[in-house]
Structures are given as structure tokens and as C-alpha cells.
């Protein structure tokens, strides 16, 4: 599989949500009608996010074949982002290559991290393949993270979220709250 086909992969997402950049506010932000809430909607894609302030939005490009979103909460690092990629198709590679391909990178950074689990599941009212990994990162700490890919219309969509816990033994399933809220305001419809 040539690895230039995939774009910026997960693992440069996690990096990226780990930096603190300053944020360009980009044409496509604004105020919500909620005044402690910032909305964004994609200009090419129909993807919309609504989200509060202790979300520190990364710089975030996009163009008709590529979208990035990228939020995280400096405080203590959990993070969301959504990246939209031009599909080169099964005939280049897989479903299983490029979990496969994810799988390599996301445990290639540190040999302490573990992939739980991959299944597939509904998301976002879409068919999604799930990867759950335990990541020890330098920044952070222990991370559980979540990665989602659909294949579909022409394009790769994924969605990745994490979240910091104590120790690889103290590992929660339970999302957590500030997750689950930013989540529900999150529109994404490829």
C-alpha cells in the first residue's frame, strides 16, 4: 500500500491536539446563539460543530478533497477531531490494509501501546469501523482513544477521540461527560 495515498494520518491528529498553536479563526467560525459556544461548518463538506470554550480549536484546513477539525481541552488533554480524505479506492488498498496501516501507526510511537479492540458499529447513522487503542503519550500521559473510518462516496471520513486516565491499569470505559456533550454537537452527514 503506498502510505502517500492516506494523507496526514491518526497519529499526526494526536500530535496535532496535543500542541498548543494559536487558532486562526477561519471564515467558517462564529459565534453560536449560545454565548459560551463557538460554531463551525464546514465549507465543502457537511460536517457542522458546536462547542463550548474550553475547547481549543487547532488550525484547521480544508479544501474539497480534505477536511481537519481538530478540538482539545488543554486542561487536560482529551481531544476530537474529524478528518475528511479523498478515497484512491479499494482497488489501492483494503478496508483491512488501511485498519491495518492505522493499527501500525497508532502502536509504532511507543511500544507501550495497545490496541484493544476493532469492531464495526453504527456511527454517526453510518456504517464505521472502530479501533480502541491505549496510548501513552508524552504530553498527557495514558490516553484511551477511540478511532472511527467509513469509507463511503468518494471519501475516507474519521473520527478520532481520547481521553486521559491515571495509569494503564486504571483504564475507564467511561467516556467522559465533556466527550459525550461535545459529541451530540457534532453533525457529520458525508
Same mark, same amino acid.
Given at each position: 500500500?503506498?502510505?502517500?495515498?492516506i494523507?496526514?494520518? *491518526?497519529?499526526?491528529?494526536? +500530535? %496535532?491536539?496535543?500542541?498548543c498553536?494559536n !487558532?486562526?479563526? @477561519?471564515? $467558517?467560525?462564529?459565534?453560536s #446563539?449560545?454565548?459560551?459556544?463557538?460554531?463551525?461548518?464546514?465549507?465543502?463538506?457537511?460536517?457542522?460543530?458546536?462547542y463550548?470554550?474550553?475547547?481549543?480549536?487547532?488550525?484547521?484546513?480544508? *479544501?474539497?478533497?480534505?477536511? +481537519? %477539525?481538530?478540538?482539545?481541552?488543554?486542561? !487536560?488533554?482529551? @481531544?476530537? $477531531?474529524?478528518?475528511?480524505d #479523498?478515497?484512491?479506492?479499494?482497488?489501492q488498498f483494503t478496508?483491512?490494509?488501511?485498519?491495518?496501516?492505522?493499527?501500525?501507526?497508532?502502536?509504532?510511537?511507543?511500544?507501550?501501546?495497545?490496541?484493544?479492540?476493532?469492531?464495526?458499529?453504527?456511527?454517526?447513522?453510518?456504517?464505521?469501523?472502530?479501533?480502541?487503542?491505549?496510548?501513552?503519550?508524552?504530553?498527557?500521559?495514558?490516553?484511551?482513544t477511540?478511532?472511527?473510518?467509513?469509507?463511503?462516496?468518494?471519501?475516507i471520513?474519521?473520527?478520532?477521540?481520547?481521553?486521559p486516565f491515571?495509569?494503564?491499569?486504571?483504564?475507564?470505559?467511561?467516556?467522559?461527560?465533556?466527550?459525550?456533550?461535545?459529541?451530540?454537537?457534532i453533525?457529520?452527514?458525508?
Amino acid at each position: 500500500m503506498n502510505r502517500n495515498l492516506i494523507g496526514i494520518p *491518526f497519529i499526526l491528529i494526536t +500530535l %496535532l491536539l496535543c500542541s498548543c498553536a494559536n !487558532d486562526p479563526i @477561519s471564515d $467558517s467560525t462564529a459565534p453560536s #446563539k449560545e454565548p459560551d459556544k463557538t460554531c463551525w461548518h464546514s465549507e465543502y463538506h457537511n460536517v457542522d460543530a458546536c462547542y463550548s470554550n474550553n475547547w481549543f480549536k487547532t488550525p484547521s484546513p480544508e *479544501f474539497k478533497d480534505y477536511m +481537519l %477539525l481538530g478540538l482539545v481541552d488543554l486542561s !487536560d488533554g482529551k @481531544s476530537y $477531531s474529524i478528518k475528511i480524505d #479523498k478515497d484512491p479506492g479499494q482497488d489501492q488498498f483494503t478496508d483491512l490494509e488501511y485498519l491495518l496501516y492505522v493499527e501500525d501507526l497508532m502502536l509504532s510511537e511507543n511500544p507501550e501501546n495497545v490496541l484493544l479492540s476493532t469492531e464495526n458499529i453504527i456511527y454517526h447513522n453510518e456504517s464505521y469501523s472502530r479501533q480502541v487503542f491505549l496510548l501513552n503519550t508524552d504530553r498527557w500521559g495514558w490516553k484511551k482513544t477511540y478511532v472511527h473510518t467509513n469509507r463511503s462516496e468518494g471519501f475516507i471520513t474519521g473520527v478520532q477521540f481520547s481521553y486521559p486516565f491515571n495509569s494503564k491499569d486504571s483504564v475507564s470505559d467511561v467516556i467522559p461527560m465533556e466527550l459525550i456533550a461535545l459529541e451530540s454537537q457534532i453533525s457529520i452527514r458525508e
